[in-house]
């Protein structure tokens, strides 16, 4: 019942990351009505992007929807993009893995929460190489409800110092290195939202986990880069995906109270 439970609610949280992918690049409100301005748009129901016909409830079953109408518009026929029902079931696996190791815990669901955070941003960096500011500063939010949590139940110790001190060592040392790397390339080598994930990564972590993150995302970044370089033909590629990756690898690490390089917590 409880693998059950993390599934439905995985799949939910899915179609919410779907939600943020479609309508955070293009400046649409996922909160509620907002009058245009300044030519953002803004929408309360989700709609067909080609006949603009306002889906119902049974159109928005995470995954199920898109099964049963085969991939097709209720109202119009258009083939409905396969990555959303694949976006919906990476984030159900995500916040199944989180509670294979954290189990069915509030700490788990804390984190299972900004799983849908995270998929969005790694398919919006992929898409627009851009991590929006809104969805690092709700992840950062959870983070600090989850250090709160840690914070009520097992008192103010090290590991609240050490992740509160993580936001500001993992933000300058990349800030560093990117303004080293910056000066020797003459050109921009690391985005400011790269150094707000960091920041983000550290306020999660803590220090212990800061040689590990570095490395992981690193050797990441390299995989990613050489697979733009050789196969998608292009110089350029977000580094956001690593760094994701590895936030979310780290998370399964300190459920398992194992922090790499180091032992054990």
């Given at each position: ?239 956001g995906p690593a760094l994701i990756l590895s936030l979310y690898v780290c998370l399964l690490l300190q459920g398992l109270e194992i ?7």
């Open positions: 019942m409880e693998i059950a439970f993390v599934l439905f609610l995985g799949l939910v949280f899915g179609s919410f990351a779907t939600a943020l992918c479609w309508r955070v690049p293009r400046e649409i409100s996922w909160i509620g009505i907002k009058g245009d301005k300044d030519g953002r748009k803004s929408a309360a129901r989700s709609l067909c992007p080609h006949c603009k016909n306002p889906l119902k409830a049974q159109d928005l079953i995470p995954f199920f929807s898109w099964v049963f109408l085969k991939g097709k518009c209720r109202h119009c026929s258009a083939a409905i993009d396969g990555r959303y029902p694949l976006i919906e079931l990476f984030t159900a696996l995500g916040c199944l893995g989180i509670y294979f190791v954290w189990g069915f815990t509030v700490p788990a669901f804390i984190i299972m929460a900004a799983v849908p955070l995270l998929v969005a941003l790694f398919v919006i960096d992929l898409e627009y190489m851009i991590l929006p500011n809104q969805l690092i500063f709700l992840a950062a939010a959870l983070a600090l409800i989850f250090i709160v949590y840690q914070a009520l139940s097992n008192g103010f110790d090290a590991q609240i110092l050490s992740k509160i001190a993580g936001m500001v060592v993992f933000a300058l040392i990349v800030w560093g290195v990117g303004c080293i790397m910056g000066s020797i390339l003459k050109k921009e080598a690391l985005g400011m939202g790269d150094v707000k994930f960091f920041a983000l990564s550290g306020l999660w972590l803590g220090l212990p986990y800061l040689p590990f993150f570095l490395i992981f995302s690193g050797l990441c970044g390299v995989a990613l880069g050489l697979y733009y370089q050789f196969f998608l033909k292009k110089q350029v590629f977000p580094f922090v790499p390089l180091i032992g054990v917590q």
